[in-house]
């Protein structure tokens, strides 16, 4: 398969989103950019946060981004059959689609299906992933009902130094990458290739007489082949002015198991670059704009069948304004443009969205109480489909005992309904759409407690979500309607400690996810487990390191009827490492040691045991 992402470096000069200067961001593990719009430390944040940083997920030996986000704090996952297949995100029990996610700040996701190709962005091209849990439709519009997830791709400073990855493993895993990065003067670049393939696992066990699963029987594996390509860089032409830009686009080939088509051939491309101006301490300005492109061909075997293909592009201009000590106003115009290419035909093919928001931060000494700190923002969209919609939050934290934070939210959101749902073609003669839609409405309470030491860190964070005019299938309609209630409510605990020479993170989390309307009224929502956890230890002996990762999700529900029921399950992965030299080093990992059989879609497999290694020549820069 070809790889045409050479083409586009010639149509935007490189650059990063507009979040912060990369001057701002050097201590990663401090600093998150997504929750406020604005670089602040992940300590004075009153909306709860989880950053992995390059560090961690080198360390973690994860293959995919699901495998390095599963049983996180708030996040349940599902998979439809392994490497490359279709997964979904839950997070704090809202839909798939309820959480906005980000790539280098630009909106990415399939206008068709409303969802993000989480298993298409290749984990070794990242940097850093930033999980923010909670409403942040006020600041980022509609979709962040359950949170935000960024992925920031790699940066590169200091000297330009070679990097080469080649490894294999169970199931015909073969992957390699070769790349390089660095600095010089005022400028910055980077560039990585990957190539990765897996013959893959039996995807769907389902059967075609029963019509379950995936509606069809073909016992074969089913594999995954990907190329990836990141290009990104930046020049300060001067203390003021600095230009950043970045590309990356995955090249797919997935086989799953289906009953109208079996095999697709993917895109998924995200470009954009940031024009920012710093006048002063106390002014910072950035324009940035950029495209997302979500891509698939789909064959029964190879008959060509049909293709959906996505494009969305968006724009912001946002002036950051210090107006007294510790005191921050941000101002910001969003634009959002979405069009669907397919070769089924939509009754509308493209919609706009423009928006306007406004934010308020400050710090005050609050004498024997402690410091407190405020947040306040407020958000107007104008969608062509729906028309207007208003959104805001607020929080409020107090600093006391040295080591203790309080803090405490409100906020509202919003999910604009997709093109599918809006416009998708009548199948069969019948009716599938609906475009008197309303979006989905969101209110959630958010309480905290956090205690910091130099050592030990912790973090309790309960939250209560009700949402509104939810899109479900009407049956006395015949097509998708604003008819459920669902509330969402939750708490997690999370750990981040050294002892003994191992450094320890855990989380541990509660759902009562219930749907609250119809029929279905106190069942619990498909696909959400009540408990779920992770813990991940590691220490280093010399030049040799060891690790374990342990996961478990307890049952499900995997219909709203809560008719099928999946049963909980734990897996555990052990992972080595040997450094001959500070560049090269020889990494192992086994995953699902005990070879568990579980699923988390209903009638999907999840691989058993697998072996994997990897030799890795990455001079520090």
């Known amino acids: 398969m070809s790889l045409r992402i050479l083409s586009l470096t010639a149509a935007c000069a490189l650059a990063l989103p ?10 990663l593990d401090q600093v998150f950019v997504t929750a406020n719009r604005t670089a602040i430390s992940a300590n004075d944040a009153l909306t709860p946060v989880e950053v992995i940083d390059r560090e961690q997920i080198q360390r973690s030996q994860a293959r995919s981004l699901p495998d390095l986000l599963r049983g996180r704090a708030g996040i349940t996952a599902s998979n439809q059959g392994g490497q490359g297949k279709l997964t979904t995100l839950f997070l704090r029990g809202s839909e798939s689609d309820h959480v906005l996610v980000l790539v280098d700040g630009i909106r990415i996701g399939s206008a068709t299906s409303g969802l993000a190709s989480f298993q298409d962005l290749p984990v070794e091209m990242i940097d850093r992933v930033e999980i923010v849990r909670g409403p942040r439709s006020s600041l980022y519009g509609a979709d962040a009902i359950g949170g935000v997830i960024q992925v920031f791709t790699r940066r590169d400073r200091g000297a330009f130094v070679p990097r080469v990855r080649v490894g294999g493993g169970s199931n015909g895993l073969t992957e390699y990458g070769v790349g390089f990065g660095g600095s010089g003067g005022r400028g910055w670049f980077g560039a990585d290739y990957q190539y990765r393939h897996t013959q893959g696992i039996n995807a769907c066990n389902g059967s075609s007489t029963l019509f379950a699963g995936c509606f069809t029987e073909e016992p074969d594996r089913d594999g995954y082949t990907a190329n990836a390509l990141s290009l990104r860089g ?14 990356l686009r995955n090249e797919g080939d997935n086989e799953f198991d289906g009953s109208f088509y079996n095999r697709s051939e993917t895109v998924q491309q995200v470009i954009g670059g940031t024009l920012r101006w710093r ?3 106390r002014i910072d300005l950035h324009l940035t704009a950029g495209r997302n492109v979500d891509a698939s061909d789909n064959f029964a075997d190879e008959l060509y069948i049909d293709t959906f293909s996505t494009d969305r592009d ?10 007294g000590r510790d005191q921050l106003l941000s101002l910001g115009l969003d634009w959002l443009h979405d069009q669907v290419e397919s070769t089924t035909q939509y009754d509308r093919t493209q919609r706009g969205n423009q928006a306007a928001f406004v934010q308020y931060q400050g710090r005050f000494e609050a004498g024997t109480l402690g410091e407190q700190s405020l947040e306040a923002s407020v958000r107007r969209d104008d969608n062509d489909q729906f028309g207007g919609h208003t959104t805001g939050s607020a929080a409020w934290g107090l600093g006391f005992a040295q080591n203790w934070r309080v803090t405490a939210g409100y906020g509202t959101a919003f999910r604009a309904p997709t093109f599918n749902e809006l416009y998708f073609p009548p199948f069969g003669g019948f009716a599938s759409s609906n475009p008197h839609l309303r979006p989905e409405d969101s209110k959630t309470w958010e309480l905290g407690l956090a205690y ?3 050592t030990f860190t912790a973090h309790l964070d309960a939250f209560d979500t009700d949402v509104d005019d939810m899109i479900a299938y009407d049956a006395s309609m015949g097509v998708p309607n604003n008819i459920d209630h669902a509330r969402m409510r939750g708490a997690e605990l999370g750990i981040d400690t050294q002892v003994l020479g191992w450094t320890a993170r855990g989380a541990i989390s509660y759902l009562d996810a219930e749907n609250r309307s119809g029929v279905y009224a106190g069942n619990e929502l498909a696909r959400r487990a009540r408990n779920s956890a992770r813990v991940d230890l590691d220490r280093a002996f010399g030049t040799f390191r060891v690790g374990v990762t342990a996961t478990g999700e307890g049952a499900r529900f995997d219909d709203v009827a809560n008719t099928r029921r999946m049963g909980g399950y734990g897996t555990l992965d052990l992972r080595a490492e040997y450094a001959f030299t500070p560049s090269l080093s020889l990494q192992a990992r086994v995953a699902n040691v005990f070879d568990r059989d579980y699923e988390t879609a209903s009638f999907y497999n999840q691989p058993g ?13």
Do not use: C, M
């Not at 507009?18 to 201590?27: E, I, N, S, Y």
């Not at 968006?314 to 107006?323: E, M, P, V, Y």
């Not at 045991?609 to 001079?619: D, K, N």
């Open 452 to 454: 910091q030491a130099t």
């Open 279 to 281: 006048p002063s301490d």
């Open 234 to 247: 930046g020049l300060d032409f001067n203390e003021q002015w600095s230009l950043q830009g970045h590309t």
């Open 18 to 27: 507009a979040v912060a200067r990369a001057q701002d961001a050097t201590d």
């Open 314 to 323: 968006s724009a912001t201009l946002q002036g950051d304004f210090g107006i």
């Open 609 to 621: 045991r697998e072996w994997f290694l990897t030799l890795r020549y990455a001079p520090a820069q």
